[in-house]
C-alpha cells in the first residue's frame, strides 16, 4: 500500500494544522492498523497516534493526548490527524504509517508515506 501524507505547513503556537495520508494504490484492509510518527531534526523518529482502519480505537503519545485527533475516512481511504493547540516542540517531519499490529515501534511498520513537514512559531 503506497501512502501519500500531505497538509503540513508553517503555523503559530495555539494554531491547528490537519494532516492527511491517503492510500495510493486503493483500499486499506480492515485489518490494517495506521499510525502517525514524527521525527524532528536529530532526534528519534517517534509514535504520535494509532488507529484500526476497521474500529474506533486509538492510541495517543502522552506528548499529544488531548490536543491531536486521529480519524479515519473507509470511502477516501484516508486516515487524518487534527492538530491543535499545538506546540514549537511538536515542529518536526510526520509521517503515517500502515502496519498490522498494535504497536508504538515504527520498526513493526512496513509500509510508509514520503512526510511531511510542520512547524510551529512561537
Known amino acids: 500500500v503506497q501512502l501519500q501524507a500531505s497538509g503540513g505547513g508553517l503555523v503559530q503556537a495555539g494554531g491547528s494544522l490537519r494532516l492527511s495520508c491517503a492510500s495510493a494504490?486503493?483500499?486499506?484492509?480492515?485489518?490494517?492498523?495506521m499510525a502517525w510518527f514524527r521525527q524532528a531534526p536529530g532526534k528519534e523518529r517517534e509514535f504520535v497516534a494509532l488507529?484500526?482502519?476497521?474500529?474506533?480505537?486509538?492510541m495517543y503519545a502522552d506528548s499529544v493526548k488531548g490536543r491531536f485527533t486521529i480519524s479515519r475516512s473507509s470511502a477516501e481511504n484516508t486516515v487524518y490527524l487534527q492538530m491543535d493547540s499545538l506546540r514549537p516542540e511538536d515542529t518536526a517531519v510526520y509521517y503515517c504509517?500502515?502496519?498490522?499490529?498494535?504497536?508504538?515501534?515504527?520498526?513493526?511498520?512496513?509500509?510508509w508515506g514520503q512526510g511531511t513537514q510542520v512547524t510551529v512559531s512561537s
Open positions: 504509517a500502515r502496519g498490522s499490529q498494535w504497536t508504538v515501534r515504527p520498526t513493526e511498520y512496513f509500509s
Open positions: 494504490s486503493g483500499r486499506i484492509y480492515s485489518s490494517a492498523v
Open positions: 488507529t484500526r482502519w476497521s474500529r474506533d480505537s486509538t
